[in-house]
């Protein structure tokens, strides 16, 4: 791993878990246990590191994202194993990274949602096309409407004046939004899925609290 990957792996884990304005860039390099100047000949300042930590982050929610549509059973699946790895992720995030973004950094702000806008909802209406296909998702739904309200339904988790973290844990959140977003599309073959998957789910949930 070259410096400049060190560097931007060492600020998204301290920005994930802090926040992006509690993060200096003396932090980051007492943490990496490098110079500041070292790392400003790679970044011309935080907001230029921020852009790129969240460049990064895209790129690898871009290639989960695939590897949940090849790796699925179905369409109903799919959206399961999205929850489950935005679940993993919420453990380790603090949730005013996206207020922080939003505030401070409207550069990488504006990223996501091109981001949101251009990559998601076109793996959204996929999984959509695909489930209706399937007969799984109900034939008459409104594509465009569905996909743009499950983006928006997903970011909600991170809206800290609807769900402060001091009374809601992000996981549940997330999860309740899943399924609303779920029971409100599929037919009877779709809902048996969910109910399969969400036995499934209990299942594995137990048995880690348990192990």
């Known amino acids: 791993m070259d410096v ?21 860039m003396d932090e980051i390099a007492a943490q990496l ?10 970044f011309t300042d935080k907001d230029d590191m921020v852009y790129a930590v969240i460049g ?18 179905d369409s109903v699946h799919e959206i399961f194993l999205a929850v ?3 679940e993993e992720m919420l453990r380790y995030t603090n949730p005013m990274m996206l207020y922080d973004l939003e505030k401070y950094h409207p550069r990488a702000f504006q990223k996501i949602r091109e981001y949101k806008y ?14 209706i296909e399937d007969g799984v ?8 409407i569905v996909a743009k309200n499950r983006i928006e339904s997903a970011f ?27 029971y ?15 036995e499934e789910r209990t299942k594995k949930l137990s048995h880690e609290q348990h192990a």
Do not use: W
């Open 56 to 73: 990064q982050e895209i790129q690898k929610n871009e290639a989960e994202c695939l590897q949940y549509r090849y790796s699925s059973n």
């Open 137 to 144: 998702y109900r034939p008459d739904i409104n594509r465009d």
């Open 4 to 24: 400049k990957e060190r560097i931007l792996g060492k600020a998204a884990e301290l920005f994930m878990r802090y926040g992006i304005r509690s993060i200096t």
């Open 33 to 42: 246990g490098i110079s500041k100047k070292t790392i400003y000949q790679f």
């Open 156 to 182: 909600l988790v991170f809206n800290i004046d609807l769900f402060p973290h001091s009374r809601y844990k992000m996981s549940e959140v997330n999860f309740e939004l899943a399924m609303l977003f779920l």
């Open 84 to 86: 489950e790895d935005l």
């Open 118 to 131: 251009q990559f998601l909802h076109e793996a959204i209406l996929e999984n959509l096309r695909k489930g």
């Open 184 to 198: 409100g599309i599929v037919t009877d073959k779709g809902r048996k899925l969910i109910e399969k998957y969400t």
